[in-house]
């Protein structure tokens, strides 16, 4: 019998994870973390409805708060997307963690070994011996992918956020995004309520060096939106990360596989990375399940996922390097013409938060999202 190994329980090695049990196939999961929650809410957890019902992630139990729109601010002006009913949810990362490892601890298919760091001499023992497949889940700066000699991941977004009480929220289920890149070089800043009265607010950066993400977000946090929804507002907890926005050029050898942030499975318009590498998880379990079972190639992963999602994501790569470099004019008159020609009830209509593959399909067949 072969042993799988996954390196990281985040939500892409949980997520495999849950599939090969479905499979009934067993694991092992290693993290140097002390447990499967631990600093999940060092990144946000905005997800569409749909793209939530696609993965097969149980979210119920974790939703915080629920969105019907969102208010894109630009040069000035604002264009503004909203449906009549929820789209998204912001998900408590915490409790998403705590429910998918609960979930898997009961299946007891998954052996799970926390405070565990799986070192580059381990890993390079590991995958000498034929019968052990290796799943590289361990996110952004993936010591797997290293190790195997991996394409490097050519972008990454600098984050910081915090969340706040006591903050004055307008309305609850608006998210907020910023899009300024004299503060936030290369990406946005956003202001995502979690409840009436607490709300995160954030920042990515592309990482050049000339700013960190801390500054930016000092910067963020002085501008005359912001500052009036934190006015009197008590500051709970902050934290910097990392996200991958470039999908790596090759993600699977003979026997490692990478999946979600150590693959760059993430959507580089929003830095959201959940949807797609959940789904890539899944196509990663599938193809390991028919290995073990029928000799299926393990180079198979490449072409499914890639097959499946990568044109979406490659859109998203297309869409972040053209909003990265405009200036304030160029973001006013964008959204001038965007405010004048109706793309902001197209969007509302027809927007699909995950895939604008699936937005510019819509609006050619009018199909309602
Ligand atoms: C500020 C911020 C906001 C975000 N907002 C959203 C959002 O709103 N919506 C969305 O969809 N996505 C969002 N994302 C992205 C999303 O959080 C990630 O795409 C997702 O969490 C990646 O999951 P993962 O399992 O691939 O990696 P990770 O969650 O990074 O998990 C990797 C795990 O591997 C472990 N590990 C690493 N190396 C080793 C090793 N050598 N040995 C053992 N264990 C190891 C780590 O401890 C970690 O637990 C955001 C990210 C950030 C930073």
Excluded at 52 to 57: D, V, Y
Excluded at 257 to 276: N, P, W, Y
């Amino acid at each position: 019998m072969k042993r799988v190994i996954v390196v990281g329980a985040g939500i892409a090695g949980m997520s495999f994870a849950s599939q090969l049990c479905r499979h009934g196939i067993p694991c092992e999961i290693y993290d140097s973390r002390e447990n499967a929650s631990e600093n999940a809410e060092r990144a946000s957890g905005i997800l569409s409805k749909k793209g939530l019902e696609k993965s097969g992630i149980k979210y119920k139990e974790s939703i915080e708060n629920n969105l019907i729109g969102g208010v894109v601010h630009a040069g000035g002006r604002e264009i503004m997307f909203k449906k009549n009913h929820t789209v998204a949810y912001i998900i408590d990362r915490k409790k998403l963690a705590q429910s998918m490892y609960n979930e898997l601890k009961a299946g007891n298919c998954a052996k799970f070994k926390f405070m565990k760091r799986i070192s580059r001499a381990e890993l390079l023992e590991l995958s000498n011996d034929n019968n052990n497949i290796i799943i590289g889940a361990d996110g952004a700066v993936s010591t797997v992918a290293s190790t195997f000699g991996f394409p490097k991941i050519e972008k990454y977004v600098l984050t910081y956020k915090a969340v706040y009480s006591k903050a004055k929220i307008k309305n609850a289920h608006y998210v907020h995004l910023f899009f300024d890149n004299n503060v936030t070089p290369g990406f946005f800043g956003w202001a995502a309520p979690h409840s009436r009265s607490s709300i995160e607010i954030g920042v990515g950066i592309e990482s050049s060096g000339k700013i960190n993400s801390r500054q930016a977000f000092k910067k963020f946090v002085e501008t005359q939106i912001i500052k009036e929804m934190l006015n009197g507002a008590k500051l709970e907890y902050e934290h910097a990360s990392i996200i991958p926005i470039s999908i790596r050029k090759r993600t699977c050898n003979e026997n490692v596989l990478l999946i979600g942030d150590a693959a760059g499975q993430v959507k580089a318009t929003t830095g959201g990375g959940i949807i797609f590498g959940s789904l890539c998880a899944k196509t990663a379990a599938d193809i390991v399940y028919k290995n073990i079972t029928c000799n299926m190639p393990l180079q198979e992963y490449e072409k499914h996922w890639r097959r499946r999602y990568a044109n979406d994501l490659k859109v998203h790569e297309i869409v972040h390097n053209f909003y990265s470099v405009l200036t304030s004019k160029q973001f006013r008159f964008l959204i001038w013409v965007a405010n004048s020609i109706g793309v902001d009830s197209l969007l509302s209509k027809y927007g699909d938060m995950d895939s604008w593959l699936s937005t510019i399909n819509n609006i050619l067949l009018r199909k309602r999202y």
